[in-house]
């Protein structure tokens, strides 16, 4: 289960960003996004690596 701060990382941005960017990070979904998303931003991408 995913604590607290986890939780909040994913919705710091318009969803599903961060998600995505998690789960790429994870090696779970190739890291591309089809327009209108935009990708998560560099800093919470780092943030996201760290959970």
Known sequence: MMRGASRRSLHREP???PL???LAHEGL???ELRPPLVAASA???QQLAML
């Open 43 to 45: 800093p919470l991408r």
């Open 20 to 22: 995505k960017a998690l």
């Open 15 to 17: 969803n599903p960003a």
């Open 29 to 31: 979904i190739s890291d």
